[in-house]
C-alpha cells in the first residue's frame, strides 16, 4: 500500500548528549556500514515509493546536511529547511511548512525501518479512511517521567504529557517520535507560540476537534539521544555480520566477531574485536576491544583492553553533561573521541568516555568520568 508520497526528517538541534561525537555535525552523519546512518534511511524511504523528503537541519553544521547527501538523492527530490535555533520539535517541523502535501510522515534520521513500523499501522486501515486523522507510534515504557506518554480511549488519542510525574488517566504507552500528520494540522501548530513544547501543545488542542489513534511500533525501536545508541543501529544495520571498509587493513591473526564496524582507512593489527565501531584512519595496533566505539583519526598502542561489566553486573552507568546516565546495557566498554592517541598496555573501565584528542600515558587506566560538584 502506498501510503504517502512524503517525508520529513528531523535532524536539527545540539547533539549535545552525543559526546563524544558530536564533530560539529548532526549524529545522523555518523557512518555504520560505509553510510552515513542517514542515508541508510533514505534508501528504506525510496523502497518505500517516498519521492519526496523534506530535511530539516541546523544552520552551523559543517559540512552541512545538503552537502553530505549531494549524491544520495537516488531519484528522490530532497529539500532543506533551516532550524535557526533549537526551539523544539514542532518549530522544526514548520520549517518545511510551505512545501508539505496534504498528508507526510515525520521521522527522526535514525529510524531505518521505518517500513517494519508501517507495516503496524497497515493492520489499522480504518485509522486511514478519514484523511485529517493523526496517526501517532507508541511503545510500553517502565520509565515514563522520561517521555512523552499517552492517554488512550482504545486505540484513540486523546492527550499527551511530556515527562509526567502524574500518571493519573495516562496509558503506559511512550511517544516514540514517528508521526503521519497532516499540512492542516502544521498550519494548526503554526498558531501557537514557538516554545519547546509546541509540538505537544499544538496536538493536544487539535484533538479536541480531529481524531488521532496510537499504534504499536515494532520491537526494533531505533533511537540516537545517546553515543551508545550507535549499538542498536550497527546491530539493526549488519544484521548479524560485520562491515569492513575495502580501504582498511585488517591483519590475518585478527579475530573480527559480529556487529564490528571498520571504516575506511583503518590499520588493525594483531587485534580481537566484539560489538565495536572503529572509525576512519584509525590504528590499533594490538589488544580487545569489545562493546565500544573508537572515533576517526585515532591510534591506539600494543595490547590496549577494554573492560565491559560492573562486578555487580548492573547496566553500567557514565557522565554526560555532567550527569550521570544510565547506558541501560550490562556490557558497555569505551567511548573514544576522535584524534585520541592511546599508548601502550593501557586498560578501560566500565563506561569510560574520552574527549577528542584525548592523550592516555603507557600502562595507565582510563576510568569513567565523574559528576563535578558546581
Known amino acids: 500500500m502506498q501510503l504517502v508520497n512524503q517525508a520529513v526528517i528531523l535532524a536539527a538541534g545540539e547533539c549535545s ?19 552515513p546512518i542517514i542515508v541508510h534511511t533514505l534508501n528504506t524511504l525510496r523502497q518505500l515509493g517516498i519521492s519526496k ?11 552541512s546536511l545538503k552537502e ?16 535557526m535555533s533549537p526551539v523544539g520539535t514542532g518549530n522544526a517541523i514548520i520549517q518545511a511548512l510551505p ?3 496534504e498528508r507526510f510522515l515525520v521521522i527522526d534520521p535514525q529510524q531505518i525501518n521505518i517500513n517494519e513500523h508501517l507495516d503496524s499501522l497497515f493492520k489499522h486501515p480504518d485509522f486511514l479512511t478519514d484523511p485529517h486523522n493523526l496517526i501517532f507510534f507508541s511503545k510500553v515504557t517502565n520509565n515514563p517521567g522520561r517521555y512523552g506518554m499517552f492517554a488512550l480511549d482504545g486505540f484513540r488519542l486523546t492527550k499527551v504529557v511530556e515527562k509526567p510525574t502524574d500518571l493519573t488517566g495516562l496509558s503506559d504507552r511512550r511517544n516514540v517520535g514517528m508521526y503521519l500528520f497532516t499540512k492542516d494540522f502544521v498550519d494548526f501548530m503554526n498558531t501557537q507560540p514557538p516554545t519547546e513544547f509546541q509540538l505537544i501543545d499544538a496536538i493536544n488542542l487539535y484533538l479536541k476537534d480531529h481524531s ?9 525501536c531505533l533511537t540516537e539521544k545517546y553515543a551508545w545508541d550507535l549499538f542498536g543501529i550497527n ?14 587493513h585488517v591483519g590475518r591473526d585478527c579475530q573480527i566477531g559480529e556487529n564490528v564496524n571498520i571504516e575506511d582507512g583503518c590499520r588493525i593489527d594483531h587485534a580481537i574485536l566484539k560489538n565495536c565501531l572503529i572509525g576512519k584512519n584509525t590504528i590499533i595496533e594490538s589488544g580487545f576491544i569489545s562493546d565500544s566505539i573508537i572515533g576517526n583519526d ?10 565491559v561489566k560492573n562486578d555487580t553486573n548492573t547496566p553500567v552507568e557514565t557522565v554526560i553533561k555532567n550527569k550521570l546516565v544510565s547506558s541501560g546495557m550490562l556490557s558497555f566498554g569505551v567511548l573514544v573521541g576522535d584524534g585520541s592517541r592511546i ?5 578501560s573501565l566500565p563506561g569510560s568516555v574520552l574527549a577528542p584528542r584525548s592523550t592516555v600515558d603507557s600502562r595507565s587506566t582510563i576510568s569513567p568520568p565523574v559528576v563535578q560538584s558546581l
Not at 523528503?53 to 559540512?63: A, F, G, Q
Not at 488521532?212 to 526494533?220: R, S
Open 68 to 83: 553530505i547527501l549531494a549524491d544520495n538523492a537516488g531519484g528522490m527530490t530532497i529539500n532543506f529547511h533551516t532550524q
Open 235 to 248: 546491530k539493526f544495520v549488519q544484521n548479524g555480520g560485520f562491515h569492513v571498509s575495502p580501504t582498511a
Open 99 to 101: 512545501s508539505l502535501e
Open 53 to 63: 523528503v523534506e530535511i530539516v537541519e541546523s544552520p552551523n553544521y559543517s559540512p
Open 17 to 35: 548528549r552525543f559526546f563524544p561525537f558530536t564533530r560539529n555535525q548532526h549524529k545522523s552523519t555518523f557512518i555504520i556500514g560505509g553510510k
Open 212 to 220: 488521532g489513534y496510537v499504534v504499536d511500533a515494532q520491537e526494533t
Open 343 to 347: 599508548g601502550d598496555n593501557v586498560v
Open 298 to 307: 585515532c591510534h591506539i598502542g600494543k595490547n590496549f583492553n577494554t573492560k
